[in-house]
């Protein structure tokens, strides 16, 4: 199987890649990312010379590239590129609009007119917005997105919806609940938090930090998605969670706990706007109809991703210092020249 996974330098990205040349021995992987400050190749360090694995740097709003991405008979598509972060679609969700709308949208068009018609949306719990005091998400909660980043995953998956019933391509979304583990951009809370406590800064919680979030270690949302592109329904819509349901100062104070680090780091900071309150989510259909369960328990998650902070300081070091987007866009300069030539 040729498999185009978009936005596989990302966190999730990359980590799915290194799972499914282990678990898929057939899979063939194109490895399509633009490199934005999310993208890092050194996440795929260890793959540069694998049999199955090639990256090429390609923009999923852009035609040209998109097109070129697909010239190679793909079989599926998974598609993991977005702008994620909540906090930078709040200042400013342009490009989120572009990359998360018009890129999938454009993904779609192009695989519709090549005839690849299995296509994997990886999407989000947020859509569904916030949750009251009890109560989880179901695949039949409505739509109600309150960041304008869960806003444009939201319409995505209302594409992805219309692809499948106009169309009848095989289409299906998935929508995971908050990843964690190794590789994470230090701008969400958990790496965030676990660095900035071994270098002894102040932890800034937002409000009260009595926020729900349901914790999953990105390798059981990996499994997951196999199952899903392997044996998924076209059309269907699958919930992935964990049940770990925790408030974020209990997840801070369990960081501190593991580094014996002082509580007196956490500092309360002003609260994000529009701040959804809890999330939960419901993976019943994914558990019976696809027989998946979590292998990884949050202490043991937990406890391993601040370990692989801890031990992988020269990853830490770049991308706090930024080096590691000069580096790899200084590398790939001449290979897209060669690509432009094609
Ligand atoms: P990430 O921000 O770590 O990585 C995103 C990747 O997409 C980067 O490699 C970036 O370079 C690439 N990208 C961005 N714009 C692109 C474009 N125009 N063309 C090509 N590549 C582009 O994201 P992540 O946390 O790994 O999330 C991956 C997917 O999973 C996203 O779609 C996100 O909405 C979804 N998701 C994330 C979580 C989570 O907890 N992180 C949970 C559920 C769903
Ligand atoms: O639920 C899935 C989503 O999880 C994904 O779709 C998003 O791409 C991903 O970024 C994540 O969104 P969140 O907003 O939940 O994640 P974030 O790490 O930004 O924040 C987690 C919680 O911690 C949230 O309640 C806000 C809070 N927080 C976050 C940061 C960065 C803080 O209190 N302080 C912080 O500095």
């Given at each position: 199987m040729k498999?185009?996974?978009?936005?596989?330098?990302?966190?999730?990205?990359?980590?799915?890649?290194?799972?499914?040349?282990?678990?898929?021995?057939?899979?063939?992987?194109?490895?399509?990312?633009?490199?934005?400050?999310?993208?890092?190749?050194?996440?795929?360090?260890?793959?540069?010379?694998?049999?199955?694995?090639?990256?090429?740097?390609?923009?999923?709003?852009t035609g040209r590239d998109v097109e070129r991405g697909m010239s190679q008979g793909i079989d599926a598509v998974i598609n993991f590129a977005a702008e994620t972060h909540v906090d930078r679609s709040i200042l400013d969700s342009t490009v989120f609009v572009r990359t998360n709308i018009e890129g999938t949208h454009l993904l779609l068009e192009v695989c519709r007119k090549k005839k690849v018609t299995r296509f994997i949306q990886v999407s989000t719990d947020e859509v569904y917005g916030s949750l009251g005091e009890?109560?989880?998400?179901?695949?039949?909660?409505?739509?109600?997105?309150?960041?304008?980043?869960?806003?444009?995953?939201?319409?995505?998956?209302?594409?992805i919806r219309a692809y499948h019933k106009t169309y009848g391509m095989d289409v299906m979304v998935t929508r995971c609940s908050n990843n964690y583990g190794p590789y994470q951009f230090p701008e969400k809370l958990l790496p965030l938090m676990i660095l900035n406590a071994l270098e002894n800064k102040?932890?800034?919680?937002?409000?009260?930090?009595?926020?729900?979030?349901?914790w999953i270690h990105v390798k059981d949302h990996c499994r997951a998605l196999h199952r899903v592109l392997m044996e998924g329904r076209p059309g269907r819509v699958y919930n992935i969670g964990s049940d770990q349901e925790r408030q974020n100062l209990e997840m801070v104070e369990q960081i501190l706990a593991l580094l014996e680090k002082s509580p007196e780091l956490i500092q309360f900071v002003k609260d994000r706007p529009g701040h959804d309150r809890r999330y939960a989510?419901?993976?019943?259909?994914?558990?019976?109809?696809?027989?998946?369960?979590?292998?990884?328990?949050?202490?043991?998650?937990?406890?391993?991703?601040?370990?692989?902070?801890?031990?992988?300081?020269?990853?830490?070091?770049?991308?706090?210092?930024?080096?590691?987007?000069?580096?790899?866009k200084k590398t790939y300069e001449n290979r897209d020249q060669t690509l432009k030539d094609l």
């Amino acid at each position: 199987m040729k498999l185009l996974v978009t936005g596989g330098a990302g966190f999730i990205g990359s980590n799915f890649i290194h799972y499914m040349l282990e678990a898929q021995k057939d899979v063939q992987i194109l490895n399509f990312d633009c490199l934005t400050y999310a993208g890092n190749l050194a996440n795929l360090s260890q793959l540069s010379s694998h049999p199955r694995y090639t990256f090429m740097r390609g923009d999923i709003t852009t035609g040209r590239d998109v097109e070129r991405g697909m010239s190679q008979g793909i079989d599926a598509v998974i598609n993991f590129a977005a702008e994620t972060h909540v906090d930078r679609s709040i200042l400013d969700s342009t490009v989120f609009v572009r990359t998360n709308i018009e890129g999938t949208h454009l993904l779609l068009e192009v695989c519709r007119k090549k005839k690849v018609t299995r296509f994997i949306q990886v999407s989000t719990d947020e859509v569904y917005g916030s949750l009251g005091e009890t109560g989880k998400f179901t695949e039949e909660s409505p739509l109600a997105p309150n960041s304008p980043y869960a806003a444009s995953k939201a319409a995505a998956d209302l594409l992805i919806r219309a692809y499948h019933k106009t169309y009848g391509m095989d289409v299906m979304v998935t929508r995971c609940s908050n990843n964690y583990g190794p590789y994470q951009f230090p701008e969400k809370l958990l790496p965030l938090m676990i660095l900035n406590a071994l270098e002894n800064k102040p932890l800034p919680v937002y409000g009260d930090g009595l926020h729900r979030r349901d914790w999953i270690h990105v390798k059981d949302h990996c499994r997951a998605l196999h199952r899903v592109l392997m044996e998924g329904r076209p059309g269907r819509v699958y919930n992935i969670g964990s049940d770990q349901e925790r408030q974020n100062l209990e997840m801070v104070e369990q960081i501190l706990a593991l580094l014996e680090k002082s509580p007196e780091l956490i500092q309360f900071v002003k609260d994000r706007p529009g701040h959804d309150r809890r999330y939960a989510i419901d993976a019943t259909r994914l558990r019976r109809e696809l027989s998946w369960k979590p292998q990884i328990s949050l202490s043991e998650g937990l406890a391993q991703t601040v370990r692989w902070y801890q031990e992988n300081a020269l990853w830490v070091s770049h991308v706090r210092n930024g080096t590691y987007l000069e580096h790899y866009k200084k590398t790939y300069e001449n290979r897209d020249q060669t690509l432009k030539d094609l």
